[in-house]
Protein backbone atom coordinates (compact mmCIF):
# COMPACT_ATOMS: atom_id res chain seq x y z
CA UNK A 1 0.00 0.00 0.00
CA UNK A 2 2.78 2.33 1.01
CA UNK A 3 4.53 1.88 -2.64
CA UNK A 4 1.26 2.53 -4.18
CA UNK A 5 1.12 5.42 -2.64
CA UNK A 6 4.54 6.92 -3.04
CA UNK A 7 4.01 5.67 -7.19
CA UNK A 8 0.53 8.17 -7.21
CA UNK A 9 2.14 10.95 -5.37
CA UNK A 10 5.10 11.19 -8.07
CA UNK A 11 2.17 10.35 -11.15
CA UNK A 12 0.24 13.17 -10.35
CA UNK A 13 -0.94 14.37 -6.82
CA UNK A 14 -4.30 15.11 -8.29
CA UNK A 15 -4.69 11.16 -8.71
CA UNK A 16 -7.49 9.51 -7.74
CA UNK A 17 -8.53 5.73 -8.03
CA UNK A 18 -12.64 5.66 -6.95
CA UNK A 19 -11.65 7.96 -4.52
CA UNK A 20 -8.85 6.08 -3.07
CA UNK A 21 -5.88 9.04 -2.80
CA UNK A 22 -2.44 8.53 -2.04
CA UNK A 23 -3.13 10.26 1.40
CA UNK A 24 -5.53 7.80 1.99
CA UNK A 25 -2.80 4.72 1.19
CA UNK A 26 -0.27 6.57 3.68
CA UNK A 27 -2.90 6.57 6.13
CA UNK A 28 -3.92 3.06 5.64
CA UNK A 29 -0.28 2.05 5.67
CA UNK A 30 0.84 3.98 8.41
CA UNK A 31 -2.37 2.36 10.55
CA UNK A 32 -0.80 -1.16 9.58
CA UNK A 33 2.79 -0.21 11.32
CA UNK A 34 4.18 1.23 8.19
CA UNK A 35 7.25 3.05 9.36
CA UNK A 36 8.03 4.99 5.55
CA UNK A 37 4.06 5.70 6.03
CA UNK A 38 4.60 7.45 9.35
CA UNK A 39 7.36 9.35 8.60
CA UNK A 40 5.76 10.57 5.02
CA UNK A 41 2.49 11.58 6.85
CA UNK A 42 4.60 13.56 9.60
CA UNK A 43 6.61 15.29 7.06
CA UNK A 44 3.13 16.16 5.01
CA UNK A 45 1.95 17.64 8.09
CA UNK A 46 5.01 19.66 8.53
CA UNK A 47 5.39 20.68 5.30
CA UNK A 48 1.60 21.09 3.93
CA UNK A 49 2.10 18.25 1.56
CA UNK A 50 -0.58 15.58 0.55
CA UNK A 51 -3.68 18.34 0.30
CA UNK A 52 -3.04 18.35 4.55
CA UNK A 53 -2.49 21.64 6.42
CA UNK A 54 0.49 22.63 7.88
CA UNK A 55 -0.40 21.20 11.87
CA UNK A 56 2.77 20.11 13.95
CA UNK A 57 1.22 18.78 16.59
CA UNK A 58 0.01 16.09 14.04
CA UNK A 59 3.27 16.13 12.61
CA UNK A 60 4.79 15.21 16.30
CA UNK A 61 1.94 12.57 16.57
CA UNK A 62 2.78 10.33 13.83
CA UNK A 63 7.03 10.80 14.59
CA UNK A 64 6.03 9.88 18.14
CA UNK A 65 4.59 6.38 16.02
CA UNK A 66 8.01 5.93 14.86
CA UNK A 67 10.07 6.66 17.65
CA UNK A 68 7.83 3.92 19.41
CA UNK A 69 7.66 1.58 16.79
CA UNK A 70 9.59 -1.89 17.33
CA UNK A 71 9.52 -1.91 13.22
CA UNK A 72 11.71 1.09 12.96
CA UNK A 73 15.59 1.41 12.68
CA UNK A 74 17.27 3.14 14.82
CA UNK A 75 17.74 5.77 12.04
CA UNK A 76 14.13 6.59 11.39
CA UNK A 77 13.99 6.92 15.34
CA UNK A 78 16.90 8.80 15.57
CA UNK A 79 15.26 10.69 12.14
CA UNK A 80 11.79 11.32 13.98
CA UNK A 81 13.27 12.76 17.18
CA UNK A 82 14.95 15.33 15.18
CA UNK A 83 12.08 16.47 13.63
CA UNK A 84 10.20 16.57 17.03
CA UNK A 85 12.94 18.53 18.50
CA UNK A 86 12.78 20.87 15.55
CA UNK A 87 8.94 21.25 15.68
CA UNK A 88 8.84 21.95 19.32
CA UNK A 89 11.60 24.49 19.46
CA UNK A 90 9.08 26.73 16.78
CA UNK A 91 6.94 29.52 18.35
Same mark, same amino acid.
Given at each position: ?? *???????????????? @?????????????? @?????????????? *? @??????????????????????? *??????? *??????????????
Amino acid at each position: MF *ELAVMLTKIRSECRLD @GVTPRILYERAADA @GNVSALLALGDAYK *E @GRLDLPTNAAEAIQYYRRVTESS *EATDDQK *EQARKKIEELEKQP
